[in-house]
């Protein structure tokens, strides 16, 4: 699909998006909301698997941005909401960037448990923090848009708008990213780092940058996960919260960013619908879910769709070439 299709695709997506929601009922605006935020979340965990690492801490970029848009407006009167989004989207990269060249260091288990460790020690902060409201974490005021106050009826909307803009923009920018050379030798770092490094690149930056990318990723759907909620705690970087972004990242594969979101649609979906109907198991239905799609689609949903391009096989000619005439050796003379 060339550039130009893509973004026209992408507008006519988000245009139909937008037209839908002004007739959707607010509990399925609310849904696709929460699913599009988070997908947001797991896109950077998609990016960041894509390149060859495995976290199980993106809980921790999407608290950081959950908390910096509500104390932005808490603590400095910062109320626009495209203005607290784009902030937490920031927090999110600023504190990814500034451990990125640490963990980069490592790779698989070691890598992901360090993540899971960074997690799970702001979890500890937030939860201990009485400041910012401890485990029950605080409440957040309405936003507003571009100075204007939005009203009750028309809130839900405005922000389920806003979450479908920034995350079509979002998609669009991490798949022009993905043909980049920086995305393509991601690409090539996670099949065999050794061989990039031997070509000049390096596998470290690479990383490096899959995980800010990560971060700020994670720190905008937290942002508008809470704008969305109106309430923010500690069980953002819980690592219950990181597992269910890893578990959608599995269902969706690396090979369509559209994949991400519907993954996120799909748990969204059946976490809300096997919640209502028998709460105490509907872990069970997505573990069996995820078996399935692990046993006979382990590259994802977003195989349904996008297949793997391999080069062509050379063509065989119309008529097979003339047969080359070998004399034989002559074995007089041979010495006996």
């Known amino acids: 699909m060339t550039a130009m299709k893509t973004l026209l695709v992408a507008f006519g997506v988000t245009l ?6 002004l007739v959707a009922p607010k509990w399925l605006l609310f849904l696709v909301t929460m699913a599009a935020s988070h997908g947001l979340a797991i896109l950077g965990v998609v990016v960041l698997s894509r390149g060859g690492g495995a976290t199980f801490g ?18 400095l009167g910062i109320n626009d909401a ?15 960037g500034m451990v990125a060249p640490l963990l980069a ?25 009485t400041a910012l409201g401890g485990t029950d974490g605080f409440n957040l005021p309405r936003p507003t848009l571009l100075g204007t106050q939005l009203a009750t ?6 922000l389920y708008a ?26 090539a770092v996670r099949s065999n780092d050794l061989r990039v490094e031997y070509l000049g690149a390096s596998s470290r930056a690479s990383l490096a940058i899959d995980f800010t990318l990560a971060g700020a990723l994670g720190g905008l759907g937290g942002a508008l996960t809470g704008l969305a909620l109106g309430h923010v705690d500690p069980q953002f970087a819980y690592w219950t919260t990181s597992g269910e972004f890893v578990f959608a990242a599995i269902l969706a594969g690396y090979q369509s960013v559209a994949a991400v979101f519907v993954a996120s649609l799909v748990l969204e979906v059946v976490r809300s619908f096997s919640n209502l109907y028998f709460p105490t198991t509907w872990q069970l239905a997505l573990g069996i879910f995820l078996l399935v799609v692990v046993l006979f689609r382990p590259a994802g949903i977003g195989s349904f769709w996008v297949r793997q391009r391999r080069a062509p096989r050379p063509s065989l000619p119309d008529e097979p070439a003339p047969a080359v005439k070998v004399k034989p ?7 006996t």
């Open 58 to 75: 993106q809980g921790l970029f999407f608290a950081i941005g959950a908390y910096v848009a509500a104390l932005v407006s808490l603590r």
């Open 82 to 96: 495209i203005l607290r989004a784009l902030l937490g989207a920031l927090a999110g990269a600023l504190v990814a």
């Open 162 to 187: 806003l979450t479908v803009v920034f995350s079509m923009i979002a998609s669009l920018c991490i798949a022009v990213y993905f043909r980049s050379s920086s995305g393509l030798i991601s690409l």
């Open 153 to 158: 009826e028309h809130a839900d909307y405005v």
């Open 16 to 21: 139909a998006l937008l037209a839908a929601g």
């Open 105 to 129: 260091r490592y790779r698989g288990i070691f890598f992901a448990m360090l993540t899971l460790a960074l997690s799970m020690v702001a979890y500890g902060i937030l939860s201990k923090w």
């Open 329 to 335: 050796v002559s074995h007089q003379g041979a010495a």
